[in-house]
């Protein structure tokens, strides 16, 4: 089984919907991150969180926001959904070292 | 600001040779550098990573250098295979609690 899970995959959405994006881990680490990912401009940190109690914004966090329920989920919500934010989506994790694990990320369309 | 910079031309080159990719860092000290390697689609996977009191790092046929008087590090894969073709991104962090800024990365292209 897969140590960063993503859900769902895939998903297509209408601008103003409200949407949730959620990640799991199994590898007892205790940081997570949401980037999203646009041609030409990498990956891009939303927000992310070094323990249960922390929540941290990162470069691009307008519009978005996030939940960290337990250790080992962290989700993703988008409010109300704009095209612009139509781009693919990864959740990571890592522990006491700097390295970082990936999800197999979540393509999602804002039409 | 601070500012990482990879090559954002595609690298083409024949299977066999020595491939380098190029990550150059601006307004930044960092404590260590990563690179990942991204498949289309996929999530990037971690493949090195050095420290600001590490001169070079290896790891079978990858090598990675990290010069902080040039601010650039230098990623090579020797013996370069087809199956080597992704995308590669360099990562920087000041360490601690601090976050891990991505460079655009790479395109390699191993042509047989």
């Known amino acids: 089984d897969a140590d960063v899970t993503q859900t769902p995959r895939n998903r297509i959405t209408k601008t103003g919907k409200r949407i949730m994006l959620e990640c799991s881990q199994t590898k007892g680490h205790d940081r997570m991150y949401w980037y999203r990912q646009d041609p030409g401009l990498g990956l891009r940190l939303i927000y992310y969180s070094f323990d249960v109690k922390d929540i941290n914004k990162g470069e691009i966090s307008d519009g978005y926001s996030v939940s960290r329920q337990a250790q080992a989920k962290f989700s993703l919500s988008l409010e109300s959904a704009i095209p612009n934010q139509t781009a693919l989506y990864f959740c990571a994790t890592s522990g006491r070292a700097e390295t970082q694990y990936f999800g197999p990320g979540t393509r999602l369309l804002v039409l | ?112």
């Open chain 2, 1 to 112: 600001s601070q500012k990482i910079e990879q090559n954002s031309e595609a690298l083409n080159i024949q299977e066999g040779k020595t491939a380098t990719l190029t990550c150059n860092y601006t307004n930044y000290s960092p404590a260590y550098l990563q690179w990942y390697r991204q498949d289309p689609g996929r999530g990037p996977v971690f493949l090195l990573l050095i420290r600001e009191n590490e001169k070079e790092k290896r790891k079978e046929r990858l090598k990675v250098t990290f010069d902080t008087t040039l601010k650039q590090s230098l990623f090579h894969i020797t013996a370069s295979q087809p199956a080597d073709s992704a995308t590669y991104l360099c990562a920087l962090s000041s360490g601690g609690y601090q976050k891990v800024t991505f460079g655009t990365g790479t395109k390699l292209q191993v042509i047989p």
